[in-house]
């Protein structure tokens, strides 16, 4: 079983940049293709960006499209998220999660970090 670990998360202003990492522990993270979800309070968890297992695949929820970009690097275990020009309705709690096939939903995603809070000041 893979455990993730988020970082990064911060407050920023609007049109400003973050980076955020998810580092995996316990089994290789190129097992796994990789997501990065966002919620806040009252609302359901929703897609931000998925990664395949190699990096060879990108794709993005169309609110994030232009402006984040996920990635990763397999030979340290970690993924990343890219967030530029951010606006005040990025403020969420960030998640990643890994799972065995790239999907754009949540359930098709089996472990799941404890998230980071990013905030983005008008």
């Known amino acids: 079983q893979v455990q993730l670990v988020e970082s990064g998360g911060g407050?920023?202003?609007?049109?400003?940049?973050?980076?955020?990492?998810?580092?995996?522990?316990?089994?290789?993270?190129?097992?796994?293709?990789?997501?990065?979800?966002?919620?806040v309070p009252g609302k359901e968890r929703e897609f931000v960006a998925g990664i395949s297992r190699s990096g060879g695949a990108t794709y993005y929820a169309d609110?994030?499209?232009?402006?984040?970009?996920i990635a990763r690097d397999n030979a340290k275990n970690t993924v990343y998220l890219q967030m530029n020009s951010l606006e005040p309705e990025d403020?969420?709690?960030?998640?990643?999660?890994?799972?065995?096939?790239?999907?754009?939903?949540?359930?098709?995603?089996?472990?799941?970090?404890?998230?980071?809070?990013?905030?983005?000041?008008?």
């Open 11 to 39: 407050l920023v202003q609007a049109g400003g940049s973050l980076r955020l990492s998810c580092t995996a522990s316990g089994r290789t993270l190129s097992t796994y293709a990789m997501g990065w979800f966002r919620q």
């Open 91 to 122: 403020t969420a709690v960030y998640y990643c999660a890994a799972s065995l096939s790239t999907s754009y939903r949540t359930d098709r995603y089996d472990t799941w970090g404890q998230g980071t809070q990013v905030t983005v000041s008008s």
């Open 63 to 69: 609110s994030v499209k232009g402006r984040f970009t």
